[in-house]
């Protein structure tokens, strides 16, 4: 009996345990806020898990991050925060001015080169931490040729 219960327990904890990321976060761009307005994250998380996920928060230590969506109400699009981001499995979820976005608020700049510390936590899926690079404000874009 205890051999049956064992070899259960087992299956169960090799399913618990990805091998790999379920869902990866990619092509993260940030981009500051102007004043003391807040700042906006895009990029793309991909669902490679076989179930459907949920993103229900962005942590940081060096700044309050919020989940934002753009939906049409009355003909006006319109800016709102919510809860969480739907992730089918096989899909890309995308962070895109227009639609779904991070928030950055209250952004504590220790230097100004600093990478912004981001954890994704996700209703099934492990936790993906991540850095993003701050660009310096006064900095404009400078083209490198390699």
């Known amino acids: 009996m205890s051999q049956i219960i064992w070899a259960v327990t087992l299956a169960l904890f090799a399913f618990v345990v990805p091998a790999r990321a379920d869902i990866i976060v990619q092509e993260l761009e940030?981009?500051?806020?102007?004043g003391e307005r807040p700042g906006v994250i895009f990029g793309r998380l991909t669902h490679q898990g076989a179930v459907p996920d949920q993103l229900i928060a962005v942590e940081s230590p060096d700044a309050r991050i919020e989940l934002h969506t753009h939906e049409l109400q009355s003909n006006v699009m319109r800016m709102r925060r919510v809860t969480?981001?739907?992730?089918?499995?096989?899909?890309?979820?995308?962070?895109?001015?227009g639609g779904h976005h991070l928030m950055v608020f209250d952004l504590l700049r220790k230097q100004d080169k600093m990478p912004l510390r981001l954890t994704f936590r996700f209703?099934?899926?492990?936790a993906v931490t991540t850095d993003i690079a701050v660009p310096a404000k006064a900095e404009a874009k400078r083209h490198h040729h390699h």
């Open 30 to 34: 940030f981009r500051p806020g102007i």
């Open 84 to 97: 969480g981001f739907s992730l089918a499995p096989g899909e890309d979820l995308l962070l895109t001015s």
């Open 123 to 126: 209703e099934n899926a492990p």
